[in-house]
């Protein structure tokens, strides 16, 4: 699933290009039993299995001994606090990430405190094994190394990058279905699409993640297009 993933888009060319190094480690290879089992029934009963320590802990030490000691062990789980932007740019910064994927009910509780460093969801649900969530933090972090997306200003100007959310985007044709791209789009006046542009993200985030305004670091022009916003919905 996770080769998948990383072989594609964004990622796979980050990879080709020698811009991002991204290894799989297979949790079965640091088992010892004959069936390579990574679970066990939990102690004191209950439903599900958990995760085994031993395959764990060995990834991890092996991870340290093969390509240098992490900068972050990351438990990807529903437990953690919430990966956001902020946090892609956060590990974007480091040189070595581990992270971990969890299944079946968990992981055994020692190896949150034995070798992970920090805790991290991507969402306040439940998924069948960390695999996805993993390659969502791969995703999110790798567009942000210089060179992996070929248009650094698209980057810069993503949801959330400023803790807002974007603008709306339009391209041909002009009109479709009774519906006409706004006409200073169309004007090739560059002062005006900038203050369009950003006032229509302000409005956006208002009108769908009010609580994202309450943090996001506006500057002068951003307030004063805020008010009249405000302004603007009340008459």
Not at 9 to 36: A, P
Not at 201 to 222: C, F, G, K, N
């Amino acid at each position: 699933m996770v080769e998948a993933g990383i072989a594609e888009g964004v990622i796979g060319r980050g990879v080709e290009r020698g811009l991002l190094d991204v290894k799989i480690h297979d949790l079965r290879d640091f088992t010892t039993d004959r069936h390579r089992s990574v679970d066990d029934v939990p102690y004191g009963g209950g439903p599900g299995m958990v995760m085994k320590p031993e395959p764990l802990l060995k990834a991890v030490e092996h991870v340290r001994s093969t390509r240098g000691a992490a900068d972050a062990v990351v438990l990807l789980t529903p437990q953690g606090k919430p990966f956001t932007q902020v946090e892609a740019e956060r590990l974007g910064r480091l040189g070595h990430v581990v992270l971990l994927c969890g299944r079946y009910e968990g992981m055994d509780e020692r190896v949150h405190e034995l070798v992970a460093t920090e805790e991290l969801s991507i969402g306040d649900y439940v998924l069948s094994g960390g695999e996805l969530a993993a390659l969502v933090v791969v995703d999110a972090v790798s567009r942000l190394v210089p060179g992996v997306v070929g248009d650094e200003q698209s980057v810069a100007e993503d949801s959330f990058s400023r803790g807002l959310l974007d603008y709306p985007h339009y391209t041909r044709p002009a009109e479709i279905a009774g519906r006409r791209v706004p006409d200073v789009l169309l004007s090739g006046h560059h002062a005006e699409v900038r203050r369009w542009r950003r006032k229509a993200a302000l409005a956006r985030t208002l009108a769908r993640r009010p609580e994202l305004l309450e943090r996001a670091p506006l500057d002068d022009e951003e307030r004063a297009l805020l008010d009249e916003i405000k302004k603007e919905t009340e008459s």
